[in-house]
């Protein structure tokens, strides 16, 4: 497609519940990364793949945070039993260069609100 | 290890004056910059980018930056205001090698445009 999509647009989840979030990049993009973006702050780096292989996932704030881009193109983040520390806009990037290098197209984000 | 500190999370300027918008950075090896404007409810788009070429970047919708290593600064400018640039602004850092493609994001700056 022509731009980053992610889906759903809002979320709410109630304390407990697992969600998948979804990421489609732009076509031919090699690197993919998520980033948490609480209220008020600066997106934070949760993990990046090259391709399906994911390089990094330092980020990801809990082992409940789990990531998969298994044939190299959509992703998706799911976070298990969710609390309500993770309520944030989760941000998908994507970049045509490996490691993100020059930059990237970001998404317009999914707003997960855990009540 | 790599950090971003923006001076003032708001910054209120008339229509027609001078933005600048502060940033300065941390970082152990010549770094590249960025800076992304985010509107309400979207993902964060690309202004301008710092990659060792020539220190004066300029960007999109008449934004530009200067890098500065011995003040470790990458303010952002825009010699006049317009209604449309009222928007969030987020100073990033990157290094490039290894798995360090993910960007360290400043905590961004909220401009306000004054008719």
């Known amino acids: 497609g022509a731009g980053v999509s992610q889906s759903p647009r809002y979320k709410v989840a109630k304390r407990g519940q697992d969600v998948a979030l979804r990421c489609d990049p732009i076509?031919?993009?090699?690197?993919l990364f998520w980033y948490q973006q609480a209220l008020g702050q600066g997106p934070e780096f949760l993990t990046y793949?090259?391709?399906?292989?994911?390089?990094?996932k330092s980020g990801l704030p809990s082992d409940r945070f789990f990531a998969e881009r298994p044939e190299g193109s959509v992703s998706t983040l799911k976070i298990q039993r969710t609390q309500q520390e993770d309520s944030a806009v989760y941000l998908c990037?994507?970049?045509?260069?490996?490691?993100?290098?020059?930059?990237?197209?970001f998404g317009s984000g999914t707003r997960l609100t855990v009540v | 290890a790599q950090s971003v500190t923006q001076l003032g999370s708001h910054v209120s300027v008339s229509e027609g004056a001078l933005v600048l918008l502060r940033c300065n950075y941390s970082?152990?090896?010549?770094?590249?910059l960025f800076w992304y404007v985010q509107y309400p409810n979207q993902g964060l788009q690309l202004l301008l980018k710092?990659?060792?070429?020539?220190?004066l970047v300029k960007g999109i919708n008449g934004f530009e930056a200067e890098f500065k290593k011995s003040e470790t600064s990458f303010h952002l400018t825009k010699p006049s205001a317009h209604m449309s640039d009222a928007a969030e602004y987020f100073c990033?850092?990157?290094?490039?090698?290894?798995?360090?493609?993910?960007?360290?994001f400043g905590k961004g700056t909220k401009l306000s445009v004054k008719p």
């Open positions: 970082s152990s090896v010549p770094p590249y």
């Open positions: 990033a850092v990157s290094l490039y090698g290894g798995s360090q493609g993910n960007l360290i």
């Open positions: 990037a994507s970049s045509i260069r490996r490691q993100g290098v020059g930059g990237y197209t």
């Open positions: 076509s031919g993009h090699v690197s």
């Open positions: 710092y990659t060792s070429a020539a220190t």
């Open positions: 793949f090259q391709n399906e292989a994911q390089l990094d």
